[in-house]
T-cell receptor, first 114, second 114 residues
Framework: NAGVTQTPKFQVLKTGQSMTLQCAQD?????MYWYRQDPGMGLRLIYY???????DKGEVPNGYNVSRLNKREFSLRLESAAPSQTSVYFC?????????????FGPGTRLLVL | AQSVSQHNHHVILSEAASLELGCNYS??????LFWYVQYPGQHLQLLLK??????LVKGIKGFEAEFIKSKFSFNLRKPSVQWSDTAEYFC????????????FGSGTQLTVLP
């Protein structure tokens, strides 16, 4: 039981390049989330998927797109990377889309945009 | 919208010292409250959470937190810290009944000196 896994662990991009961050969970959770973590700002929600087949914007969605490929996988795409997107990206999942559900986090992807 | 404040950005303690990390939230309604910990190089893990009932919540590794509704606070405590407690600690809140995402504080870096 690996929990939440993310690939890649590190990535360096040039401004304007695109890439997809992958996330998978093996806990049969219904809800999945993408956060970014910036120094002094905590975690901010980019997008979430309450259940398979649905996605919705979080606090900071601009510049990102997501795909809930199936129940296990939730990808985050940067179509045209900008230096402001340099951050650590965390994927998380929870069993249900209900209040107070514990979210389980992946190990993160460190992204540097030059 | 709810918000979370963690006023201590960096706390340095010696082993065996007592710890209290502050967390205040702003939201007029009922909330669910969480403390997450991020050890160096690792992903976020849940320390403890409060939904309802006894305002004193006990978590893993000897941590506890007390919800004081009148002060909008959910401070994290540990009577005697260890070097292995060195980590970043995040307080988070979501509004009860809304099924909205977690809102995180900016985090407190705890350094425990051996």
């Amino acid at each position: 039981n690996a929990g939440v896994t993310q690939t890649p662990k590190f990535q360096v991009l040039k401004t304007g390049q695109s890439m997809t961050l992958q996330c998978a969970q093996d806990m049969n959770h219904n809800s999945m989330y993408w956060y970014r973590q910036d120094p002094g700002m905590g975690l901010r929600l980019i997008y979430y998927s309450a259940s398979e087949g649905t996605t919705d914007k979080g606090e900071v969605p601009n510049g990102y797109n997501v795909s809930r490929l199936n129940k296990r996988e939730f990808s985050l795409r940067l179509e045209s990377a900008a230096p402001s997107q340099t951050s650590v990206y965390f994927c998380a999942s929870s069993e249900l889309w209900t209040e107070g559900e514990t979210q389980y986090f992946g190990p993160g992807t460190r992204l540097l945009v030059l | 919208a709810q918000s979370v404040s963690q006023h201590n950005h960096h706390v340095i303690l010696s082993e065996a010292a007592s710890l209290e990390l502050g967390c205040n939230y702003s939201y007029g309604g009922t909330v669910n409250l969480f403390w997450y910990v991020q050890y160096p190089g690792q992903h976020l893990q849940l320390l403890l959470k409060y939904f309802s009932g006894d305002p004193l919540v006990k978590g893993i590794k000897g941590f506890e937190a007390e919800f004081i509704k009148s002060k909008f606070s959910f401070n994290l405590r540990k009577p005697s810290v260890q070097w292995s407690d060195t980590a970043e600690y995040f307080c988070a809140v979501n509004a009860a009944g809304s099924a909205r995402q977690l809102t995180f504080g900016s985090g407190t870096q705890l350094t425990v000196l051996p």
